[in-house]
C-alpha cells in the first residue's frame, strides 16, 4: 500500500513540473511584434518629431529674412529721400531779387522812369533795352499796390496796355486781351489809344501823347 501511494505522489508531482515550465498563455487577438518593429516604430517617431522642427525652424527663418529686408528697404528709401531733399536744398536758390533801384511788388520788379516824358511807343523800347517790359497789370489790387507807389502823384505814367483797331480790343504787351471783369477803361476807344495810370485812375490816351512810364521784370535768382 506504501508503494502505490508513492507512486501517485511521483506522477503528480511531474505533472506540475511540466505545467510549470510551459510559456504563459497570450490573449486572443493581441500581436506578438518583433524587437525590431519596436526599434523602427520608435525611430519612426523620432524623425517625424524632427521634421516637424525642421520645418518650424525653416518657416522662422523665412520670416525673419522678410522682416530684414523689409526693414533694410525702408532704411535705404530714407536714406534716398533723404539724400534727394539734401540735393534739392543745395540745388535751389538761397533768394530771389530784384535788380538795384528796382521795387519788388508781388512776384515782378517794377522800376519807375522819372527821366523826361516820352510817347508809348518810345516807353515800350527803353524797358525792352532793360530787358523788361511795361508793366502788366493783373487785377485791381496790383493796380492799388502800383498807385501807392508812385513817386509822383501828380503824373501819368504808361503801361503795357494799347487798343488794336483791327481786333478792337484792349491787349497787352504780353499778346493777352485785357478782361473787363478785372480790369475796367472807361471812355470811346479810338485808333492808336493807349492806357496809362495814375495815382487815382486808369485811363487812355492817343499814344503819341508824352507821359512817364513804369517797367517790369521778373525776380532773378540770386545765388
Same mark, same amino acid.
Given at each position: ?12 508531482? &511531474?505533472?506540475?513540473?511540466? +505545467? ?13 511584434? #518583433? ?12 524623425? @517625424? *518629431? ?5 520645418? *518650424?525652424? @525653416? ?20 536714406? /534716398?529721400?533723404?539724400?534727394?531733399? &539734401?540735393?534739392?536744398?543745395?540745388? &535751389? #536758390?538761397?533768394?530771389?531779387?530784384? #535788380? ?5 511788388? &508781388? ?5 519807375? *522812369?522819372?527821366?523826361?516824358? /516820352? ?51 484792349? +491787349? ?12 475796367? *477803361?472807361?471812355?470811346?476807344? +479810338? ?24 517797367? /517790369?521784370?521778373?525776380?532773378?535768382? /540770386?545765388?
Amino acid at each position: 500500500m506504501d508503494g502505490q501511494v508513492m507512486y501517485a505522489e511521483l506522477n503528480v508531482s &511531474r505533472k506540475s513540473g511540466l +505545467k510549470s515550465s510551459s510559456p504563459p498563455s497570450v490573449p486572443q487577438g493581441v500581436c506578438q511584434c #518583433p524587437s525590431w518593429h519596436q526599434l523602427a516604430l520608435k525611430v519612426g517617431c523620432a524623425g @517625424l *518629431i524632427l521634421l516637424s522642427l525642421a520645418v *518650424i525652424g @525653416l518657416s522662422v527663418s523665412v520670416i525673419s529674412l522678410k522682416l530684414t529686408s523689409s526693414s533694410t528697404n525702408n532704411c535705404t528709401g530714407d536714406v /534716398q529721400d533723404v539724400q534727394k531733399n &539734401r540735393n534739392e536744398t543745395t540745388e &535751389r #536758390p538761397s533768394l530771389l531779387k530784384c #535788380p538795384k533801384d528796382w521795387i519788388l511788388l &508781388r512776384e515782378k520788379c517794377l522800376v519807375f *522812369i522819372s527821366s523826361s516824358p /516820352q510817347h508809348w511807343t518810345h516807353s515800350l523800347a527803353d524797358c525792352l533795352t532793360k530787358e523788361a517790359s511795361l508793366v502788366l497789370i493783373q487785377d485791381q489790387e496790383e493796380l492799388t499796390l502800383i498807385q501807392h507807389q508812385l513817386p509822383d502823384k501828380g503824373l501819368n505814367f504808361w503801361i503795357g496796355l494799347n487798343f488794336t483797331l483791327s481786333e478792337k480790343k484792349w +491787349k497787352w504787351v504780353n499778346g493777352s486781351f485785357l478782361n473787363s471783369n478785372i480790369l475796367q *477803361i472807361n471812355g470811346e476807344e +479810338k485808333e492808336n489809344n493807349c492806357a496809362y495810370i495814375s495815382h487815382k485812375k486808369i485811363a487812355f490816351e492817343n499814344c503819341e501823347a508824352e507821359n512817364k512810364w513804369i517797367c /517790369q521784370k521778373n525776380l532773378k535768382h /540770386q545765388k
